[in-house]
Nanobody
Framework: QLHLVESGGGLVQPGGSLRLSCALSGLTSGSLAIGWFRQAPGNEREGVACISGRDNSTLYRSSVKGRFIISRDKSKNTVSLQMNKLTPADTGVYYC??????????????????WGQGTQVTVSS
């Protein structure tokens, strides 16, 4: 079973930036797609970005395209999410997750099997 730990959340003003990191442990973590999700109070969990474990291809939610960048360092077993030009709509608990082995890229939470505990991101003035 994989173990995922998020870090880097916090409070930031609108227009600011944050960088989230997801530390992975597990024998097969390097070959799996890793996704970032977020959940605001009263809302469903939604996919934000994901990166393939096969070819580093990426997929983004339309509302974050051009602002967020997902990247992967297999030597350090980490996946990062650089978030720029943040708005209050980006507020929520951010989770990283590992997908089932057959998944290349997906933003659907139901295809992800292992989840971190989440880190809070608050965008407010």
């Amino acid at each position: 079973q994989l173990h995922l730990v998020e870090s880097g959340g916090g409070l930031v003003q609108p227009g600011g930036s944050l960088r989230l990191s997801c530390a992975l442990s597990g024998l097969t973590s390097g070959s799996l797609a890793i996704g970032w999700f977020r959940q605001a109070p009263g809302n469903e969990r939604e996919g934000v970005a994901c990166i393939s474990g096969r070819d580093n291809s990426t997929l983004y939610r339309s509302s974050v395209k051009g602002r967020f960048i997902i990247s992967r360092d297999k030597s350090k077993n980490t996946v990062s999410l650089q978030m720029n030009k943040l708005t209050p709509a980006d507020t929520g608990v951010y989770y990283c997750a590992a997908a089932r082995p057959v998944v290349v890229t997906s933003l659907a939470p139901q295809v992800y099997e292992d989840w971190g505990q989440g880190t809070q991101v608050t965008v407010s003035s």
